[in-house]
């Protein structure tokens, strides 16, 4: 009799439990220990490499030590906006608020709005695939055809892109896809050659009239496109939003475990799986459940927020998070992830069992 | 065909009545420019840039046992090291041919980039890279499959290989200076490429360079070298007489000397340019460095040469280059070759060193103990001399300038440009700058120079040249004709954004109608003086008139210049008379505000964009 009550209790203690998400030690860095300016846009891992996008400089994090480059080493502006590493030949690509960056080994080759084909010099996102380069920029997408050197730019002349103010690109082989601020998302079919445009059924109104029949805002901040399941992730200034080719599934503060509605990021692990940056903190999604790290907005201590499948909320102890709740992007490195915020860098060391590595 | 003794006076006339030259030369010398030695030293495999081919020569029989047809203009020959397969870099052809070394056959034809000027495979015959010289990158090529896997960022101009002794290392010179600031010393650079990665490693700065050719390491992998111009455009070329126009030079790299250090060739009184080859003895004990235009090769003792180098403080390291005295201290001999020799290399055991003499049409054979040259193998070549071989063989030589300082292929480098921007007249520091242009298809181009007070070649090669550049009795009169003869021979290389069947891609169709547009946007008409296509007129583009585009600059004496011609414009960056615009965007993004170098500023991007993909098939 004691046993079957025992193993009740149990049970229900189970049940109770929040699903297991993953854990992590962070380790932040500022200006004080390397960073070169505390306000990181962006971040890059490359092999052991992790590139800081900051307001101040680029900084190359290498062998435990920082490295940091300016314009007076080549870099075409000293906000960094957005890195993406080729991982064919190793060179690094950067966008600035003053033109697109190649770094590699050593040298940096800038393109800007006035010695090349670039669009525009306010360049938001880069991505490479294969031997294109994508830009996002503030007057449209720029692509360089690296081995020929010929620029193709895609505006509201040749696309059906409205509003031109591309923020964040995405190339896979298949497909490219544009974040436009204001104007929805973009999908560029590589086999096809044709642009479709995705955008928010009810328009530009803050209030999300048709959940789920559409992209959940016009303001989109960022896309991440899971290609071998054939899932796009879009994040905007009023959610996230999940498309699978034919259905849509949008996020919300009030029914996710998203902390905030507004999102500077999203990247995908799969089609399931997605990591969302806001300005309250790093959120995790599972395809069920989530989990959101960050110092707590009030108290500023170490927080991390699990919420199951039925919506049940649970603090879980930590010791240490990421270095600010305003997130702007994420990496991983194997199971660690790099984190970019508002004040500081953090890298989330994966904690497999309880206190250790 | 005309012969250079027989015909000269017809000839003359000839010309003078047509005012044309020879284009395509009937006469195809073979033009060794590389050279390779089997392992068990009995095979010599010759390059022949001007007949397309390797020639394959017995040293036991002494007699040529075959002749490989390659791709156009091959440039650069490897033998990999077990002797089995040789790869030549097919410059106009794009291509690298794969040759097997038993059957002396061509058993595959590899892609390329834009113009491959070199190719070497890896140990383990992984991967091949290629060195292109227009595109500026290296290929990485699977030898798998035969396909070009990506392309690595290299130095513009990116021209020759050297494969480490581990194999971990590849290093890829480049000809042409890395764009940079207008008016600043010259930057070039060793790209060090990681075999086991396929990636670019590191790239060594070597500063104040332009016109880096041949780099080699020692069979220990210690010591790199790598031959190299040193030229001083940045102030009047008057100061040929005190030694200041090119310094001809080595960088020298690796464990053996540390940070790079660059070291002068030259003497005092005495110039040895431009330095192309470079050698180094199996035993380390000497390199060789073939010098083009000196019709010699320097040979320089290793063992003084570091003993120099590190008895040298870090501030003399660095001004060593200049030091043209420094030389004395590790030459130790300078062998006359034949005409303009180029590629070298040696037999096994060092003992011989064999030189191609490109202009020549034959290879000096050296005795390294003795450092004489005991012997030539002489290509199948024509027996006459026509004009423009004659006019090759001066345009190549130094021996016109004033202590042999240079000639003219140092600033037209390999006969094209090298991409600098020069004060060429003793008008002042830093007046009247002009940019180096291209020679190919510039025969029917006059008037000549960026002010156009020359009228025709003649006086643009004969007394100008004289005058300013080489402050000697230059050319005779025959001379002069030849070397002019051959400047308008010159082919003109394929363009590589036209489509094969000559038709314009959708950009480039749109940028031609821009070219050709006589109204702007709104409707308003162009002045035909301020239209592309009229100044940029006819079958080189240019309406052979001078112009004020308002690109003048208060230190030209003049506004007013030359209007250039387009073909193969894209090859030529930077760009207007002064170079002072880096690419063709800025020569309208910068320098044409009141929209008088044609009427540019009612485009959008986009059609600027189209307009110079249009520029790109010229």
Redesign the interface.
């Known amino acids: 009799m004691k046993t079957i009550a025992l193993l009740t209790v149990l049970a229900g203690a189970a049940l109770a439990a929040p699903p297991d998400m993953p854990r992590f030690r962070w380790e932040n860095f500022t200006t004080a220990n390397g960073l070169p300016d505390n306000h990181v846009f962006n971040v890059c891992v490359d092999g052991a490499r992790v590139w800081a996008a900051t307001e101040n400089g680029l900084g190359l994090y290498q062998n435990g030590k920082w490295r940091v480059f300016t314009p007076a080493d080549g870099l075409a502006h000293r906000a960094a906006l957005f890195v993406a590493p080729d991982p064919r030949t190793g060179d690094v690509w950067i966008a600035t608020m003053g033109g697109l960056s190649r770094y590699s080994a050593g040298r940096f080759d800038t393109f800007t709005q006035l010695n090349s084909g670039l669009a525009n010099d306010v360049v938001y996102g880069v991505a490479v695939q294969g031997d294109y380069v994508w830009a996002a920029t503030a007057a449209g997408g720029s692509r360089l055809n690296t081995r020929t050197g010929e620029w193709t730019l895609f505006n509201e002349r040749n696309t059906p892109m409205y509003e031109i103010w591309t923020y964040a690109v995405d190339a896979k082989p298949t497909k490219v896809y544009y974040a436009v601020w204001g104007g929805g998302v973009l999908e560029y079919d590589v086999k096809t050659r044709q642009w479709k445009d995705y955008n928010d059924p009810d328009g530009e109104t803050e209030i999300v009239l048709y959940k789920d029949q559409g992209l959940v805002h016009e303001i989109t901040t960022s896309v991440s496109y899971a290609e071998r399941d054939g899932i796009l992730w879009v994040a905007t200034y009023f959610g996230a939003s999940r498309y699978d080719g034919r259905n849509w599934h949008n996020f919300l503060e009030k029914d996710s475990g998203l902390p905030s509605n507004f999102l500077n990021q999203v990247k995908a692990v799969d089609g399931t799986r997605a990591w969302f940056s806001t300005d309250k903190g790093l959120a995790y999604y599972d395809g069920d459940n989530w989990a959101v790290y960050r110092p707590a907005p009030d108290s500023h201590k170490p927080e991390m927020l699990v919420r199951d499948a039925a919506g049940k909320v649970t603090r879980v102890a930590v010791e240490s998070a990421p270095a600010h709740h305003y997130v702007l992007g994420v990496d991983f490195q194997g199971d660690d992830l790099w984190v970019a915020t508002a004040h500081g860098l953090s890298h989330g060391i994966r904690l497999h069992q309880e206190g250790s590595r | 065909m005309r012969t250079r003794r027989a015909g000269h006076i017809a000839g003359v006339l000839l010309l003078a009545l047509a005012g044309l030259g020879a284009r395509t030369p009937a006469v195809r010398y073979p033009s060794p420019i590389e050279i390779a030695v089997s392992p068990d030293g009995v095979r010599l495999y010759i390059l022949c840039e001007g007949t397309d081919e390797v020639a394959v020569y017995d040293t036991r029989a002494a007699a040529f046992v075959k002749r490989i047809a390659v791709g156009r203009v091959p440039k650069g020959l490897w033998l990999t090291a077990d002797g089995k397969r040789l790869y030549v870099a097919n410059s106009w052809s794009d291509s690298v041919s794969e040759i097997d070394a038993a059957s002396l056959a061509v058993t595959r034809t590899l892609p390329a980039?834009e113009e491959p000027n070199a190719a070497l495979a890896d140990r383990a015959g992984r991967f091949l890279y290629v060195a292109n010289r227009i595109?500026s990158d290296v290929s990485v090529v699977d030898l798998a499959d035969g396909r070009e896997?990506?392309?690595?960022?290299a130095g513009r101009g990116a021209a020759y290989l050297a494969l480490s002794p581990d194999g971990a290392r590849v290093y890829c010179t480049h000809i042409y200076p890395?764009?940079g600031r207008h008016r600043t010393p010259p930057e070039s650079?060793i790209?060090?490429i990681d075999t086991a990665?396929q990636?670019?490693?590191?790239?060594k700065p070597l500063h104040n360079a332009a016109g880096v050719f041949h780099v080699t390491l020692s069979s220990d992998g210690r010591l790199g070298l790598a031959a190299q111009l040193r030229p001083k455009n940045l102030i009047p070329l008057a100061h040929v007489e005190h030694g200041w126009v090119f310094g001809n030079s080595l960088a020298v790299f690796g464990a053996d000397v540390g940070e790079p250090v660059q070291i002068p060739l030259d003497e005092l009184d005495r110039y040895y340019t431009p330095p192309f080859a470079v050698a180094i003895a199996p035993d380390k004990s000497a390199a060789y460095v073939s010098t083009t235009g000196s019709d010699s090769v320097t040979v320089i003792d290793v063992e003084r040469l570091l003993r120099t180098i590190a008895a040298a403080s870090p501030e003399e390291r660095r001004a060593m280059a200049n030091d043209l005295s420094a030389s004395a201290n590790y030459v130790a001999a300078r062998i006359p070759v034949g005409h303009g020799p180029k590629g070298m290399a040696f037999s096994p055991d060092g003992r011989t060193l064999y030189v191609t003499n490109r202009t020549g049409d034959d290879i000096s054979v050296i005795d390294t103990a003795t450092r004489k040259v005991t012997g030539a193998i002489a290509l199948d070549a024509p027996r006459e001399l026509t004009f423009e071989r004659s006019g090759e063989r001066l345009f190549f030589s130094a021996r016109f300038a004033f202590q042999g300082h240079f000639g003219c292929a140092n600033c037209h480098l390999e006969a094209t440009f090298d991409g600098l921007q020069w004060d060429l007249e003793p008008d002042g520091f830093g007046k009247d700058i002009v940019d180096n242009r291209l020679l190919e298809d510039v025969a029917d181009t006059g008037p000549f120079k960026w002010n156009g007070t020359n009228p025709n070649l003649e006086t643009e090669c004969g007394p100008r040249t004289e005058k300013y550049f080489y402050r000697s009795q230059s050319y005779s009169p025959e001379e002069l004709f030849d070397l002019v003869a051959f400047i308008k021979s010159m082919p003109l290389r394929p363009n590589r954004?036209r489509l094969p069947d000559g038709e314009l891609t959708a950009?480039q169709e749109r940028g031609r109608a821009i070219f050709e547009r006589t109204r702007k946007k709104d409707g308003t008409p162009i002045p035909e003086s301020n239209q592309c296509a009229v100044c940029h007129s006819g079958p080189h583009y240019t309406d052979q008139k001078l112009a004020d585009v308002g690109t003048g600059k208060p230190t030209d004496r003049s506004p007013v210049f030359d209007t250039p011609q387009l073909t193969n414009v894209v090859l030529t960056a930077p760009y207007l008379h002064d170079g002072s615009a880096?690419?063709l965007?800025?020569i309208w993004?910068?320098f044409n505000p009141q929209d008088r170098h044609g009427v540019t500023n009612d485009l959008?991007?986009?059609e600027?964009?189209d307009l110079?993909?249009y520029l790109k098939t010229l």
């Open positions: 980039g595109s896997v990506k392309r690595l960022a890395l764009p650079e790209t060090v990665r990636e670019v490693a590191e790239r954004h950009a880096h690419t965007e800025e993004t910068v959008q991007k986009d600027l964009n110079i993909e």
